[in-house]
């Protein structure tokens, strides 16, 4: 079994900042990348930003440079730091772990999602 689980999300006001944490545990051979996604109310799940096994990092235009994603030493553990929030950012965020089993299956697993509210 392999979970995903997120934690971080909360209700902040306009300017301020939040930082997401996504673990990833079971039986995992390997992690190839791991992501932030988001859903608002009637809208299609994003992207929001993206880090592969190699460090490459990937962004929403609309994010750049007010969110940063980064990887802890434990490798299976993914951080969204998010600066500067806007209502818009307001939205339910999943995180998203690419990985290879000890099976040699490549499978993507999804979290819960935490509730990101930002208020004007």
């Known amino acids: 079994q392999v979970q995903v689980v997120e934690s971080g999300g909360g209700l902040v006001q306009a300017g301020g900042s939040l930082r997401l944490s996504c673990a990833a545990s079971?039986?995992?051979?390997?992690?190839?990348?791991m992501a932030w996604y988001r859903q608002a109310p009637e809208k299609q799940r994003e992207l929001v930003a993206a880090?592969?096994?190699?460090?490459?990092?990937n962004y929403a235009d609309s994010v750049k440079g007010r969110f940063t994603i980064s990887r802890a030493n434990a490798k299976n553990t993914v951080y969204l730091q998010m600066n500067s929030l806007k209502p818009e950012d307001t939205a339910v965020y999943f995180c998203?772990?690419?990985?290879?089993?000890?099976?040699?299956?490549?499978?993507?697993?999804w979290g819960k999602g935490t509730l990101v509210t930002v208020s004007s």
């Open positions: 998203n772990v690419h990985l290879r089993t000890y099976t040699s299956n490549v499978m993507d697993y």
């Open positions: 880090i592969t096994s190699d460090g490459s990092t």
């Open positions: 079971g039986f995992i051979f390997s992690v190839n990348a």
